[in-house]
């Protein structure tokens, strides 16, 4: 059981930064896949990035690899997606999912727990 929060989501001019961050409640956020995900106005919700539940290994979607990195703090039940070269693009409602781990990082129906989305915004 968990509950999910994310947070830092805001306007940036295009090539800057932002750190979204997901809190997690409950002392099983260590067992679960990470999971970052987005959704464009208009456009169907689509996966960015996923990590692992001990952190040991990450994959991006092709459209933000090289520019977003994930990373996840068990110990603080806090997962982050650290983006940069921000691209109008991105320009996104961005979700965090906790679920389960074997099946495919990208595939949806694996996540279990879904947070209520941030708002990120790229100008330009």
């Known amino acids: 059981q968990v509950q999910l929060v994310e947070s830092g989501g805001g306007l940036v001019q295009a090539g800057g930064s932002l750190r979204l961050s997901c809190a997690a409640s409950g002392r099983n956020f260590w067992s679960y896949r990470m999971g970052w995900f987005r959704q464009a106005p208009g456009k169907e919700r689509e996966f960015a990035g996923a990590?692992?539940?001990?952190?040991?290994?990450?994959e991006y979607a092709d459209s933000v690899k090289g520019r977003f990195t994930i990373s996840r703090d068990n110990a603080k039940g806090t997962v982050y997606l650290q983006m940069s070269s921000l691209k109008p693009e991105d320009t996104a409602v961005y979700y965090c999912?906790?679920?389960?781990?074997?099946?495919?990082?990208?595939?949806?129906?694996?996540?279990?727990?879904w947070g209520q989305g941030t708002q990120v915004t790229v100008s330009s």
């Open positions: 990590i692992s539940s001990s952190g040991d290994s990450i």
């Open positions: 999912a906790a679920g389960r781990q074997g099946g495919l990082a990208s595939n949806q129906k694996s996540y279990i727990y």
